[in-house]
């Protein structure tokens, strides 16, 4: 069985586009991928221990003070069933109750089945009151 490692880092540009890509998430530019890692408040990536290949990743990005998303939680495919999705969460997760403001607000956006395991977190949706929404270009 595959071995893997959780660092806290920053994945890199290409590496990052990559599994988004292979993960099925929406296309990103580089440039702007560039600015948004080195942004990022706090980034977790999962590599094979062996190779070093990036597997698995996320994020939280915001405004250091009273709203934080958590972005870019993506599994590699091949790799998915391993619990690896459960562990990026479960690290946002504390990280975000141990180090912001018990008050600031904490969102994603979750693909369906994926709301699921967001749920044993504690995350609950936000409707009927609100609506989550994008702008779409």
């Known amino acids: 069985m595959e071995k893997y490692v959780m660092k806290v880092e920053i ?3 290409d590496e990052y586009l990559a599994l988004r890509k292979k993960g099925g998430l929406s296309k990103r530019g580089k440039e702007a991928s560039a600015i948004g ?22 994020r939280m990005v915001g405004d250091g003070g009273t709203a934080y998303q958590f972005v870019d939680i993506v599994v590699d495919p091949n790799a ?45 949706e936000t409707s009927p009151k609100s609506l989550g929404m994008y702008l779409k270009r």
């Open 80 to 124: 998915q069933g391993n619990g690896l999705g459960k562990q990026i969460v479960e690290h946002l997760t504390s990280y975000a109750k141990e180090s912001i403001d018990p008050f600031a607000y904490i969102s994603l956006i979750a693909t369906c089945p994926a709301n699921k395991l967001y749920e044993k977190y504690g995350f609950i």
């Open 11 to 13: 994945p890199e540009v």
């Open 37 to 58: 890692l080195k942004n990022s408040i706090y980034s977790l990536t999962i590599r094979k221990e062996q190779s070093g290949e990036l597997i698995g990743m996320g």
